[in-house]
Nanobody, 124 residues
């Protein structure tokens, strides 16, 4: 059974930083790309960042480019999202997800397993 467990969310002031982590079990982690998505109240889930199987390639939503960094440690079966210069509009539930593809995917329907989500709240 594939499981994804996120951690690291919380309340932070605008301009602050948070680091999310997502530990994966039940799948050969190093084979597959990983992604982070978020969903704010009343809005649809949106793509945030993705990383390929090796960690060499990454993609970001324009809204977070230059502020967020996705990375992975295949030895620890964990993917990270470092979030700097946080803004109130970054407030959302953040989800990590795993896909059967080795290369980067930005569409939610390409991901087959999801974490439970972790709340990130940025105060102004």
């Amino acid at each position: 059974q594939v499981q994804l467990v996120e951690a690291g969310g919380g309340l932070v002031q605008a301009g602050g930083s948070l680091r999310l982590s997502c530990a994966v079990s039940g799948r050969t982690f190093s084979t597959y790309a990983m992604g982070w998505f978020r969903q704010a109240p009343g809005k649809e889930r949106e793509f945030v960042a993705a990383i390929n199987w090796s960690g060499v390639s990454t993609n970001y939503a324009d809204s977070v480019k230059g502020r967020f960094t996705i990375s992975r440690d295949n030895a620890k079966n964990t993917v990270y999202l470092q979030m700097n210069s946080l803004k109130p509009e970054d407030t959302a539930v953040y989800y990590c997800a795993t896909t059967i593809w080795a290369t980067i995917r930005e569409e939610a329907h390409d991901y087959d397993y999801w974490g439970q989500g972790t709340q990130v709240t940025v105060s102004s």
